[in-house]
């Protein structure tokens, strides 16, 4: 079993930046995939950035990239997304996932282990 607990959600203006991070427990995320997901409201929840467990492949939405950036520290066992030029179509609840795989899958039912979501809102 994994625990995710996301962290550093918040409130911010357009072309501000946050950083989320994801704290895992239960094991170590060492040798798994990791992935950051969004649901806004009223959509489905949406892929947003993955990474390989050794750092070396990374996948992103076209939506966020050369904004986003997603980063994992083995050591602490996290996972953090760095969010820049923030846009208000940005807001949504962001999910840290697990997938007990080395590569990351870009479909949500690939993962096998979800935190509960920060809220990210960025206001106009």
């Known amino acids: 079993q994994v625990q995710l607990v996301e962290s550093g959600g918040g409130l911010v203006q357009s072309g501000g930046s946050l950083k989320l991070s994801c704290a895992a427990s239960?094991?170590?995320?060492?040798?798994?995939?990791m992935g950051w997901f969004r649901q806004a409201p009223g959509k489905e929840r949406e892929f947003v950035a993955a990474?390989?467990?050794?750092?070396?492949?990374?996948y992103y939405a076209d939506s966020v990239k050369g904004r986003f950036s997603i980063s994992r520290d083995n050591a602490k066992n996290t996972v953090s997304l760095q969010m820049n030029s923030l846009k208000p179509e940005d807001t949504a609840v962001y999910y840290c996932?697990?997938?007990?795989?080395?590569?990351?899958?870009?479909?949500?039912?690939?993962?096998?282990?979800w935190g509960q979501g920060t809220q990210v809102t960025v206001s106009s």
């Open positions: 996932a697990a997938e007990l795989r080395l590569v990351p899958s870009l479909v949500e039912y690939d993962y096998d282990y």
């Open positions: 239960g094991r170590t995320i060492s040798r798994i995939a």
């Open positions: 990474l390989s467990w050794s750092g070396e492949t990374r």
